[in-house]
Every structure is written in structure tokens, then in C-alpha cells.
């Protein structure tokens, strides 16, 4: 049998909906040893122009497509050492399109365990099973016919004992047969339910565990309707033992189903065979169906969450550094005090010291004089604070500064996210790179130099560790290793990396290059000096041509021998450059030169780029990245974006008015909206449905992560200390139609995957759930989440609702409709606003959504590591016995409930990639290394 793996390119085009031929190309380019970023860059012509993100998605399916191509050949080879294998099933298993199908085909002929079927075949019962399947004459009487098969050597005392092994295989044929799975398994998406309860532990109170997953204590959900953060919440419950879940379906439909397939509709044996699907149902198939149910949709689960890590991830890490400004950094604590370093505008220490800004009137004074001291020594333009435990109180202190002693020195601060900094602290890197210093102040380094330049600080940390991201702790490590990694390589290629400044942290991301070849590259500078050429990286070990190809085209040399080394272009287009150089008339030194350079922009610009690639025969891609090279040599893409939002005072709940507008910068975004940092303790959270007044598809891109944002408070909720905003204008009206919220911020431009379709224009209620008749309350057995859809509202219908009678309120009287319903559950629960109030606009967002959803996401604390309700990490803190404990909310009942009759199939073991987890959205701004830092959660 020929072993060659063969896979349908085409068709993997058809489902990416991409170009057939730039498909073929790029995997044949793939193939060829070249690198994502190099055929991103340098291949564009060939590829028909695919992006990154499009190249990765041909890399993914191939692999998988790979996969079930060779996973065919060991089944085709398993079956045909059987001698069971016949033209039509290779026919079927060649046909198959996914692993399931695979798999159920080649169930009848997998290897099995003892089970009790092959225990009643070692018995000698299998012929009677054939007779009971085929009506066979000689089963006619069943009880006399399995007397035949009673044999005290065997183990089969009785008939009855005959026919029970005879079940087992027969059960164990139907539970085999492939088109039984199919049909449920196509019955189980459409129907099935996933429902959760909560173990009891009979005398035994709610524990601190438990109380973390009371959302779950009774949930039921569609499966197509449960987000991805509620499969993960529900694993961690899971695996907590605090809760069961079960996949469960319609009992009726289920057995029908079965019954058709299996059992003749005149089979003399009806009733016995109806008895052994039973038993396959419940003891085979419907377990075996439930664990399938759930690894796929834990796997899509994860799968999302890790898309969400990556695409903060690359918003974070291509914020544009802030360039040219002498730092003083500030690591805050409170017991051990904060942590500063004045940096250089090369991120070089210069001074240290200890800050006591809690506790006595005396430490915080002298902790004030000294920052007074080191910025007028070291000429301080920037403040960078961290974001952890005790970050406010030096924002207080900072904010007190600026309008007083430091007033003439224009200083502001700037608020950075200092996740992973314990871990860089501790790391090789940076005992390589400050070993006169603490580990303490190695953090407060690293606080600093992500705000000169984030991308080549946040690269010696584990992608991991650096905390954007929804249940990353959750997720199989291999897969959400490879994704960041992946992520780091893209955006240290886009950016491109400056060979002579380099840490070796950055340079081993670059394309064709390993931390081998990286730290070569150094120890060549070290003992030679800056690189002046691009051919002199052949001079550095392990730097051989294939190396070199991937490579140089992402290395620039500035103030080198030659100005093309300082472009992206690739040393193999030079020729190409210099001759669209000498058509304008023009020379490359002169790129370097400012005034010459403004007219070789004035040429380039009237190029026809489609007459001279046919001229000079090359594509129109690549000279239309040469040419944009020549309008901005050596650019950094970061430098388009704004700078991060400068402060000079802090925010205090007591000062926030309904309506205010504040700027704010963006922390984390995930479905169902984003976290705003406006100088509260804790975060804002703008819902999905306040980013835009017209239609938002993805909320990913209508806004990133770093992203300097203009907010209005929407709602205040001075009880619990808690600010919802919004991004819509008060007064503007709802753009209806309007495909909105595609990010106008060039960061997006590398981040965006241009294959996605355009979504048919919907309308619908703010919290993405549809239009629905006024008054029809909630849908039923759900917490009606569904992620990030958002759809335009409709104008208010001022229609005012007819209130209760006093009957119906003691239940004297039927109440009306599901609004009245709605109505008797507010006054019950204690929630009805209609007496004595008009309903406010600000309310019309759904309770239910924006609640459960959103600001108990925002507002629980937590500790980091522990299990608990949603939560955003905002503030790391560093001292762990300084962690503020956070409040609970009650948890809301599920007022309507599905009360049909379902089959239920209990699993006896979770998916076993799990890692418990809370209970909602978790963004986790620390990794497990930084667990031993508090938090104070949003």
C-alpha cells in the first residue's frame, strides 16, 4: 500500500476563503524551509499579497489536514492486517473530512480493552448475537435457543445468563456503527443542553471554593449558546469537585432515532433489541458522545481564549515606545516600600532608592523630597508607575508634586502595566544585565524601559507571564506557547530590530535566527564592534546562507557603509532599488541626506508603480515596498501610533459626575467589552455595546490594548465604588445599519485578518441578544450571554407599562402577559422601579448581561492563583499581606426554567486539560510565577 500523504489544497483554500494560487505558493514556500515573517515581507507577489495572520491559518490547516492524512494510513494499514478491509470502506475512510468521521469508521475495528462484550464472546455467545441480528429460524424461541449456549466451563450458568452476554454484544454492534454516531452526534449540537449542578456536601456549609461557582450551582444553557469563558468556568468548577456537569439531551428523539436505524420494523425480536440499544445508549454510546461534546467544546474554548491573549498580546507589545526622555521609574509597595531607578533615554540606570509613601507623615515627606531631589538631579521628564499594590497612593503623591514643588519642571507620569516584572526580576536576562542590582529594583528597570520601548522590554519576559489574556492558565500550554511565541515573532519582524543596540532577547525572535545565533551576534559586537555591513553577519557563527536569506532583511544597520542597511529592503532587491533610484535620478547616499531626501520623496511619489514593474521586470508588490521604504527610511510602524496617556493628577470617585468625559487608557478587551484605566483605584468597563452608537462586529477591533481612549461616565454605583462608561457622545443618536467599530489605528492594519466577511446588517438590543416583543422577559433556563455581539438598538417606544393590581399582586388575580410576569419577579426581588420613577435611558442596557457579565468581572478582588467570581487584574500587588479582600454579589435566579424531559448522561471524568478556574471572563494580568504578588482586582 502506498504510504504518500496527499491533502486537497485547494479545498483548504475554499474554507479560509483565500486566493487558490497564493495558497499554493505559501505552502510550497513553507515547505521550503522559508519563515511566516520572510514570505510576509519579502514574498508578497508570489503569495498574492497574504498577510500574516492568513499565512499562519494555511500553516494550521495544512498541519491538521497533514494529520488526518497520515492518521488515515495507519487505519487503512490497521484493516487491512485484519484482512477485513474492502473497497468500500477505503472508499469511506478516503472520503472522510474530519477525524470523527475517521474515527467512526475505524471504531468496529479498533483494538478493544475486556469488555464485557469481548468477555461474552470469549464465552462463545457471539454466533447467538448473529442469530438474534439476522431473525435467524433457530432463535425463533429466544429463551429455548440460549439454552443451547448454557456451558458451566464458559461461565454461562442459565439461558438468562446467555441472553445478557448476548446483549452486551449486540449493544456493543450498534454503539460501533457509524451512522448511529453521526445522527446523534448532528442531534446532540442541535439539541443538547449543557447543565451543571452544584455537588452537596450534606452538613457541610458552602466553602470559599464553592461560593465561587454559585452561578453554576443550577446552569442550563444551549450548547450553541454557551461562550467559551462559561465552558472554561465550568471545567475549573469541575475539577474543584464542586460541581457535576452533564451534556443532556431529548430522551424520546434519542431512542427513535436509534430504534429506526437498528431495528427492522418487523424484526421478531423488536423488544429484545429495543432493550440492547438502551443499554448502548446509556452505558456506550451516549458517554462516549458526551466526552467528545465536551473536549470540542473545551477545545474551541481554548482555542478563543488564546486568540484573545494574542491579539492583547500584539496590541502590547506594539505600543510605540517613547523615545529620547530620561525616566524615573517607580516599582510601588507598601511594607517594603517603592522601588525607584532614574533611567537614561537609553534605558541605562543612573540612581536608586527606597520610597516609603504609606505610613508615617515623616517616611511619606521624605519620600516626596526625594523625588523632588532625583528629578531636579537627573533632569526627570517622565515618571513611569507601576500598576501594582500601592500604585494610587503614589499617583496621590505624584499628583500633589506636579502642582507644587516640581510645577516648573513639566513633569507627568504615566501608569504601566507591570505584569511578569517579579519574573523578568529573577530571569538569566537580567542578572546578565544588572548584576549590581537587587531583584527588586530590577523590576522597577523593567517598569521603566517598557515605557521607552515596550516591544524590546516585554520580549525577555515569557509571553505567558505578561497578563492580557481570558483564562490563560487554563489552556494546554504547548498550544498557548506556540501561539505567543508566534505573536513575538511577528511583532518583533514587523517592527524590526536595530542589529547593534539588540538585546539578545530580541534578536532570537527574528526571523531564521535561534538564541545560539543571537547571543553570536553579540559576542561579535563585543569583540569587534557595531556591524557597518550587512555581509559581515556571514562572519558570525552559525549565521550561514539560509539564515542569512530569513534574516538580514529584518536587521538594519544605522549610519552603515551602505544606506540601503538601514531600509527593510532585502540586500536581494538592492539592484532592483538602485535603478528606481537612478530613474528619478537619484542615488542612495542621498537618503540620508534630508534635503535631498525630500526630493526623492517628491519623485517617488509620481512613480506609476505598475509601468516600471513591467519595466524592470519584478513584482508590483515588492516595488511598491521598495518605494515606501524610500518615503521613510528605517521607519518604526510604532511611531504612527499616539503615545500613552500622560497625567499630571489623579481621579477620585468623589469627583465623577453622570455624563463627565475623561481620557483613559485601555487595559485589557475581551468580548463582551474593554477595561478603561481612568485613575481610579479600580478600572472602568466600557460594554460592548457603549463602544460605538452603531453596529461593533468585534470589539477586538474597535479597540486595542494600550489605547488612549475619550470615555463618559454612563452609571455610577457609589455603593459598591463601581463606574461603568461609555465611548458614545451623550446626545449622539444610533447610527443604524452602520458597519462600525473597524479600528481606524494603524496598529490594527497588522493585526486585522483582511479575510473576514462582512456580517449582514442586524438589528437588534444593545446587549446582543435580538429584537424581542416588548415585555417577553427573559429567554428560558439561560443567563443569556452570548459574547460579543452587538447590535443597534432601536428608538425608545414610549409606551408606559400598566401596572400591577393590588390582585395580582397577592395572586388573586392571572396575571396578563410575561411583562406583568417580569414585573411580580422585580417587586418580589425588590428591583421594580416603576413606582414613583421614569425609566432612565442608562438602564435600558440588560441587567442580567451587564451584571453578570461585566461589572462582577470588573469589580471582584481576588487573590492571584486562588479560585474566585470574575475578575480583571489590574493592580499586581507585591506584598502579598497588603491585598484588600473583595466583596461578593448575590448571585441572581434563573427565574424561567426548561422543564422538558431529557436524557442525562453524567461524566464520570472532566476533560483532562483542565485547571479550575473562576467563574466569569478572568483576564490575568499575572502569570504563576508572579503569584506570590497580590492583586486588587477591577
Known amino acids: ?250 430522551t424520546e428523539e434519542i431512542q427513535t432515532i436509534v430504534d429506526e436505524l437498528v431495528i427492522p420494523t418487523d424484526h421478531p425480536h423488536a423488544d429484545f433489541l429495543k432493550g440492547c440499544c438502551r443499554d448502548a445508549l446509556s452505558r456506550l454510546i451516549l458517554p462516549s458522545l458526551e466526552r467528545e461534546v465536551r473536549r470540542e467544546m473545551t477545545d474551541a474554548s481554548e482555542e478563543h481564549a488564546i486568540a484573545v491573549f494574542a491579539r492583547n498580546l500584539r496590541n502590547l507589545l506594539l505600543q510605540p515606545p517613547v523615545a529620547g526622555r530620561i525616566v524615573l521609574a517607580i516599582d510601588p509597595g507598601f511594607k517594603s516600600g517603592c522601588k525607584a531607578v532614574v533611567l537614561d533615554s537609553c534605558g541605562n540606570p543612573l540612581a536608586r532608592d527606597i520610597l516609603h509613601v504609606v505610613g508615617k507623615v515623616e517616611q511619606k515627606t521624605a519620600a516626596a523630597a526625594r523625588i523632588v531631589e532625583l528629578v531636579r538631579e537627573h533632569g526627570c521628564n517622565v515618571i513611569a508607575v507601576g500598576n501594582g499594590t500601592a500604585g494610587r497612593e503614589v499617583e496621590s503623591l505624584l499628583s500633589e508634586l506636579i502642582v507644587g514643588d516640581l510645577q516648573e519642571h513639566n513633569v507627568a507620569y504615566v501608569i504601566v502595566n507591570e505584569a511578569g516584572a517579579s519574573v523578568y526580576s529573577t530571569s538569566q536576562y537580567a542578572r546578565e544585565e544588572l548584576p549590581d542590582f537587587e531583584a527588586a529594583y530590577r523590576g522597577a528597570v523593567s517598569i521603566g524601559r517598557r515605557l521607552l520601548d515596550p516591544l524590546s522590554e516585554l520580549v525577555k519576559i515569557e509571553p505567558a507571564n505578561i497578563g492580557v489574556g481570558l483564562y490563560q492558565h487554563d489552556v494546554k500550554a504547548r498550544h498557548l506557547h506556540a501561539s505567543l511565541d508566534a505573536v513575538v515573532e511577528g511583532c518583533v519582524n514587523y517592527v524590526g530590530v536595530d542589529v547593534n543596540t539588540a538585546s539578545p532577547a530580541l534578536l532570537r525572535y527574528v526571523a531564521g535566527l535561534n538564541q545560539a545565533v543571537a547571543k553570536g551576534i553579540i559576542d561579535w559586537r563585543a569583540a569587534k564592534g557595531p556591524f557597518t555591513s550587512r555581509e559581515q553577519f556571514r562572519e558570525v557563527p552559525g549565521f550561514g546562507d539560509a539564515a542569512f536569506v530569513q534574516a538580514v532583511g529584518f536587521l538594519k544597520i544605522s549610519e552603515g557603509t551602505n544606506p540601503l542597511d538601514a531600509t527593510r529592503i532585502h540586500p536581494e532587491s538592492y539592484q532592483v532599488a538602485e535603478r528606481v533610484l537612478e530613474k528619478i535620478g537619484a542615488s542612495s547616499a542621498e537618503l540620508v541626506d534630508r534635503e535631498k531626501h525630500q526630493k526623492i520623496s517628491d519623485a517617488v511619489g509620481e512613480i506609476d508603480l505598475t509601468s516600471m514593474a513591467d519595466e524592470l521586470s519584478v513584482g508590483r508588490l515588492l516595488l511598491a515596498d521598495i518605494v515606501e521604504q524610500f518615503l521613510r527610511p528605517g521607519r518604526d510602524p510604532r511611531e504612527d501610533l499616539p503615545e500613552p496617556l500622560f497625567k499630571q493628577g489623579v481621579l477620585k470617585f468623589e469627583d465623577l459626575e453622570v455624563g463627565m468625559e475623561l481620557r483613559g487608557s485601555v487595559l485589557n478587551v475581551v468580548d463582551f467589552g474593554a477595561f478603561v484605566d481612568i485613575g481610579l483605584h479600580d478600572s472602568g468597563l466600557v460594554h460592548v455595546s457603549q463602544l460605538s452608537s452603531g453596529f461593533i462586529r468585534d470589539p477586538y477591533a474597535a479597540v486595542v490594548v494600550g489605547q488612549s481612549v475619550k470615555v463618559w461616565v454612563l452609571e455610577l454605583d457609589k455603593t459598591r465604588r463601581r463606574v461603568a462608561l461609555t465611548m458614545i457622545k451623550p446626545g449622539t443618536k444610533p447610527v443604524h445599519g452602520a458597519s462600525r467599530g473597524r479600528s481606524q489605528n494603524p496598529r490594527n492594519k497588522f493585526a486585522a485578518n483582511s479575510t473576514q466577511k462582512k456580517s449582514a446588517e442586524t438589528k437588534g438590543s444593545p446587549s446582543g441578544r435580538g429584537q424581542r416583543k416588548p415585555g417577553s422577559g427573559p429567554r428560558k433556563g439561560t443567563k443569556q450571554d452570548r459574547g460579543g455581539r452587538t447590535y443597534t438598538s432601536r428608538p425608545d417606544r414610549k409606551k408606559a407599562k400598566k401596572p400591577l393590581t393590588d390582585e395580582m399582586k397577592t395572586g388573586q388575580a392571572p396575571l396578563r402577559t410575561f411583562g406583568d410576569l417580569k414585573q411580580f419577579f422585580d417587586i418580589q426581588t425588590g428591583t421594580d422601579d416603576s413606582a414613583g420613577k421614569k425609566p432612565s435611558k442608562k438602564k435600558k442596557l440588560n441587567k442580567e448581561v451587564q451584571e453578570a457579565d461585566s461589572a462582577e468581572a470588573t469589580n471582584h478582588s481576588v487573590t492571584q492563583g486562588s479560585l474566585d467570581e470574575p475578575h480583571v487584574q489590574h493592580v499586581a500587588a507585591k506584598d502579598s499581606e497588603d491585598t484588600p479582600a473583595g466583596a461578593e454579589s448575590p448571585v441572581k435566579p434563573n427565574l424561567l426554567q426548561d422543564s422538558k424531559k431529557n436524557i442525562s448522561v453524567e461524566s464520570e471524568k472532566g476533560p483532562s486539560s483542565q485547571v479550575p478556574d473562576a467563574t466569569a471572563p478572568t483576564l490575568e494580568q499575572q502569570s504563576g510565577e508572579d503569584s506570590s504578588k497580590d492583586t486588587s482586582q477591577q
Request: net charge positive; charged share 30%; proline share 4%.
Open 1 to 250: 500500500m502506498s504510504s504518500t500523504t496527499v491533502i486537497d489544497l485547494r479545498r483548504i483554500a475554499k474554507q479560509l476563503g483565500l486566493p487558490e494560487e497564493g495558497v499554493l505558493a505559501a505552502v510550497q514556500l513553507i515547505d521550503e524551509g522559508n519563515t511566516v515573517p520572510f514570505i510576509t515581507r519579502y514574498r508578497r507577489d508570489q503569495t498574492s499579497g497574504l498577510d500574516e495572520l492568513q499565512l499562519r491559518s494555511i500553516t494550521g490547516a495544512v498541519g491538521k489536514a497533514r494529520q488526518l492524512a497520515d492518521r488515515k494510513q495507519t487505519i487503512l494499514r490497521t484493516i487491512e492486517g485484519q484482512g477485513k478491509l474492502t473497497p468500500e470502506l477505503r472508499e469511506e475512510i478516503d472520503a472522510a473530512q474530519n477525524t470523527k468521521v475517521l474515527e467512526d469508521l475505524y471504531l468496529p475495528f479498533k483494538p478493544k480493552r475486556l469488555s464485557l462484550a469481548e468477555q461474552a464472546k470469549q464465552k462463545r455467545l457471539e454466533p447467538l448475537a448473529r442469530e438474534i441480528i439476522a431473525a435467524d429460524s433457530q432463535a425463533a424461541d429466544l429463551e429455548k435457543r440460549a439454552a443451547d449456549f448454557v456451558d458451566d466451563d464458559s461461565g454461562v450458568a442459565t439461558a438468562a445468563d446467555a441472553l445478557l452476554g448476548v446483549g452486551h454484544i449486540i449493544a456493543d454492534l450498534f454503539s460501533s456503527r457509524a451512522d448511529v454516531r453521526q445522527r446523534l452526534r448532528k442531534l446532540l449540537f442541535q439539541k443538547a443542553r449543557l447543565r451543571s449542578l452544584r455537588i452537596e456536601t450534606p452538613g457541610k456549609a458552602l466553602t470559599k471554593t464553592a461560593k465561587h461557582f454559585r452561578d453554576y450551582f443550577d446552569f442550563d444553557e444551549h450548547l450553541q449558546k454557551v461562550p467559551p469563558h462559561r465552558v472554561l468556568a465550568m471545567n475549573r468548577g469541575e475539577r474543584a469537585k464542586v460541581l457535576r456537569v452533564r451534556v443532556e439531551g431529548p
